[in-house]
């Protein structure tokens, strides 16, 4: 009796045990919504359990902390904005860019679609409702000097979320900082259609929406790289199957199954970065300059301290 | 005003700057009192401008709120038909978190001081009627007894007894209001404003600029405090005869 208990417990002990998964905290920008899929996917599909990780995703109550919580070793990843990143480096967070999320601006200058305004000289002597993200008026300034317009020939008000509520109701002429897949239909949802103006189309160098940011001393984490690797499977699994993948996503939570997710959730799958770890140098280095032009930041730092091909390193 | 508080500010930047020490928080997240002061005297004249619009924000909503408030708790006392009505008003509009009617406000009255002004005056609202109403219904009954065998009208008694008696409690429902009404002009600036230190809080934090952030949260509290002594000034001058019997020192 004692010996077969004796050789239960040694076959016990020897039974290899499972790789017990990693936990990664990531940090969203905002609550989950359609810019979020390759991350949903990933974790319903199990992509991220396949590269040995257990993700935890979570939405802020103020888009402007994750980075910040990151940066200070309280989260693992972040989903950030790429203009803001050059902002907070200029600051001195330690923070890296290692991934991108949405490969195309979001951000756009939004009028109503019955307004008055069909371009953007007739923004003058107008009101601008903005949210506060920091470089609003660097972005507005670029657009409006092509018109030969500047931005004291306007008036900037700082609406806070309620971008839609405000352009809807005629407080304001014009939003910058709706996105074009989420508030252009939000606004159609509600019978008053937008007219979009993009800024990469107005003069303003094109950037990546939606990146994902690392502390600057945590790059030789293997869990980045085992994330970026079921990233890049998820968004190819969500563009070879759309449908089923927007089936996953409105099935995680019933508030995400309505019109609205639907209807971006088509705008936002052409925008998913195909190949999340890669890095265009150029397009952050014009980026950095921009701002430096429109005064923002001072002697932007080369690109490599900031931002990074994990497995090109 | 006495070395005292001076030791006590002192104090309280020495435990700031323990905080920080002990926490190894980042500048990013909080920074000492040290940094904090330099952007107060690099960025002076801009948070100058902006306190100067929450400033007045508050002291219009604190004027208009406590002429409001003293109204509503005479009124409750002298109708009795106002007491039955009004008083859910009341308790309801302190139950409702400002935050959540600061959007409806925005869009009612604009993106202007009109309604952070507004959010001040909700704020303040229930502790002012509050307190004066509680001090009015509360007179000594030995007084009223003695207005009722010197044949008083309802009006003479309301206007020389019950108001005089109140004036304490209504001291202290505007000292409450004083601490409370710059929440009230904040919350207001950050649902939907261009100007004023909650404004400037808002866009110094999209800017990652926490020192800035500080600052502006150093100067509201010196506002408030400020605030809070010349109400507390003013109250007690408003009730010469009724001494404090607890020595200040």
Known sequence: ?313 | MGVRPLITALGLLVCWQLLVWATGAPPYILPGPLAVGRVLLARGDLLLEHALVTATEILLGILIGSLVGAASAILLTAWAPARRWLMPLLVVSQALPVFALAPLLVLWLGYGMASKIAMAVLIIYFPVTAAFFDGLRRTDPGWLELARVMNARPLAVLWRIRLPAALPALGSGLRVAASVAPIGAVVGEWVGSSAGLGYLMLHANARMQVDLVFAALFLLALMALALYFAVDRAARRLVPWQRETLPET
């Not at chain 1, 970026?228 to 199957?241: D, F, Y």
């Open chain 1, 1 to 313: 009796m004692r010996r077969s208990a004796v050789a239960l417990a040694v076959l016990l002990l020897l039974a290899a045990p499972a790789r017990a998964a990693e936990k990664l905290t990531v940090m969203l920008d905002w609550f989950v919504n359609p810019d979020h899929g390759p991350l949903i996917v990933a974790r319903e599909k199990g992509f991220f359990a396949a590269e040995g990780l257990e993700v935890d995703l979570v939405a802020p109550a103020d888009p402007n902390d994750p980075p910040k919580l990151v940066a200070a070793g309280r989260a693992d990843i972040a989903v950030s904005y790429q203009p803001q990143l050059h902002l907070q480096v200029a600051e001195g967070l330690p923070l890296v860019r290692i991934g991108t999320l949405v490969a195309t601006p979001l951000n756009s200058l939004v009028v109503l679609a019955s307004g008055p305004i069909t371009s953007i000289e007739d923004l003058d002597g107008r009101k601008v409702g903005f949210s506060v993200g920091g470089f609003e008026d660097a972005l507005l300034g670029a657009m409006l000097e092509r018109y030969g317009l500047s931005l004291d020939r306007i008036t900037l008000v700082n609406v806070n979320f309620s971008l839609s509520p405000s352009l809807i109701s005629g407080q304001v002429d014009a939003v910058i900082g709706a996105f074009r897949n989420f508030e252009l239909n939000q606004m159609d949802l509600v019978g008053a259609p937008g007219r979009a103006f993009y800024p990469e189309e107005e003069g303003v160098p094109a950037y990546d929406e939606l990146i994902y940011v690392a502390r600057a001393d945590r790059l030789d984490d293997p869990r980045l790289r085992a994330f970026l690797t079921a990233v890049e499977k998820a968004t190819l699994w969500l563009v070879n199957h759309p449908e089923e993948a927007w089936n996953i996503f409105k099935g995680t939570a019933a508030e995400l199954d309505d019109e609205l997710n639907a209807r971006a959730w088509r705008d936002t799958l052409p925008r998913f970065a195909l190949r999340p770890a890669a890095l265009d140098v150029g397009r952050y280095r014009r980026f950095a300059t921009f701002l430096e032009e429109r005064g923002l930041i001072d002697n932007p730092p080369p690109v490599e301290t900031y931002a990074v091909d994990l497995f090109a390193r």
